[in-house]
């Protein structure tokens, strides 16, 4: 069942991409600060997500409110060595699936455009992948939709 959804590629390397995991302390001030490069990484993505959305705001003005599904796709560059390997591959290193998502979420929410809150994502999926051609631009895939995935989908 799914209804009303779209998507959106989003031309950032992910590869470039600081997740909000990677924050400083400073002990003496008794502080957690966001790093610089994560501040860089979350205007990238909002600069992007901007670009490819478009002034588009239909999904949020439309006056209804229920669960989002959201699929993330995220897709490398192939590296110099062990190309033909981990063509079309899964990449299975760091940085970690979810703490990449969190950061889409939160850029997501900020920006205003689908929802007001990140809890209205009831369902999530999300993948690291190596590109399948060289010529293959690495980006992010982001897939929305209001009520496109049912629980008889899930669990």
Same mark, same amino acid.
């Not at 989003?10 to 008794?30: E, H, I, S, W």
């Not at 860089?40 to 705001?57: E, N």
């Given at each position: 069942?799914r %209804?009303?959804? =779209? /998507?959106?590629?989003?031309?950032v390397?992910?590869a470039?991409?600081? %997740? @909000?995991?990677?924050?400083?302390?400073?002990? $003496?001030?008794?502080?957690? !600060?966001?790093?610089? =490069?994560?501040?860089?990484?979350?205007?990238?993505?909002? $600069? *992007?997500? #901007?670009? @490819?959305v478009?002034?588009?705001?239909? !999904?949020?003005?439309c006056g /209804?409110?229920? $669960?989002?599904g959201?699929?993330v &796709?995220?897709?490398?560059? #192939?590296?110099?060595?062990?190309? /033909?390997? #981990?063509?079309?591959?899964y990449?299975?290193t760091?940085?970690? &699936?979810?703490n990449? %998502?969190?950061?889409? #979420?939160?850029?997501?929410?900020?920006s205003?455009? !689908?929802?007001?809150?990140? @809890? /209205?994502? @009831? !369902?999530? *999926?999300? *993948?690291?992948?190596? *590109?399948?051609?060289?010529?293959?631009?690495?980006?992010?895939?982001?897939?929305?939709?209001?009520?496109a995935?049912? $629980?008889?989908?899930? &669990?």
């Amino acid at each position: 069942m799914r %209804t009303d959804v =779209e /998507e959106f590629f989003l031309d950032v390397d992910p590869a470039m991409l600081r %997740t @909000a995991q990677q924050k400083g302390v400073n002990f $003496a001030a008794r502080r957690v !600060f966001t790093k610089p =490069e994560v501040e860089r990484s979350r205007r990238l993505l909002m $600069a *992007a997500l #901007l670009r @490819a959305v478009g002034q588009r705001r239909h !999904f949020r003005c439309c006056g /209804e409110w229920g $669960a989002w599904g959201v699929s993330v &796709c995220y897709r490398y560059g #192939l590296p110099k060595r062990g190309r /033909e390997a #981990l063509r079309g591959r899964y990449k299975v290193t760091r940085p970690d &699936c979810d703490n990449l %998502t969190k950061m889409v #979420l939160d850029v997501i929410t900020e920006s205003g455009l !689908f929802w007001g809150d990140d @809890a /209205e994502v @009831a !369902f999530l *999926a999300q *993948a690291k992948v190596y *590109a399948q051609l060289v010529s293959d631009r690495p980006g992010i895939r982001i897939g929305f939709g209001r009520e496109a995935w049912g $629980a008889d989908d899930g &669990c």
